[in-house]
């Protein structure tokens, strides 16, 4: 995804997800180390578990996905009516995705 979210790209996709039942949530860790292998260290406990981004499913089948980007600030939260495979490059390599999954 190498251009820049717009207004009415992101408010077009909040309003598909409004009204839609969140059925499963899938987070994407921050990963780290020589090798890009390792889950990074955080030091600020359980609360809050630093992520590239987490993919939405609905219960109807609609998959989104939020991602910290720079459309509209620095980090910012962008929402996409994708998966988050379209934002990560090198999938199926050792060390590139880190996943976490939460129902």
């Given at each position: 995804m190498s251009s820049a979210l717009t207004a009415v790209e992101y408010e077009s996709t909040v309003?598909?997800?409004?009204g839609r039942r969140i059925q499963r949530v899938i987070y994407y860790l921050l990963m780290g180390g020589e090798d890009g292998c390792e889950v990074e260290d955080w030091d600020f406990g359980p609360w809050h578990?630093?992520?590239?981004?987490?993919e939405l499913f609905t219960d109807d089948g609609a998959r989104f996905s939020a991602?910290?980007?720079s459309s509209f600030e620095h980090y910012g939260l962008e929402l996409f009516r994708l998966?988050?495979?379209a934002h990560l490059v090198g999938i199926g390599e050792p060390g590139r995705l880190g996943t976490?999954?939460?129902?």
């Open positions: 309003a598909l997800l409004r578990q630093p992520t590239m981004g987490v991602v910290w980007g998966p988050m495979t976490s999954g939460r129902n």
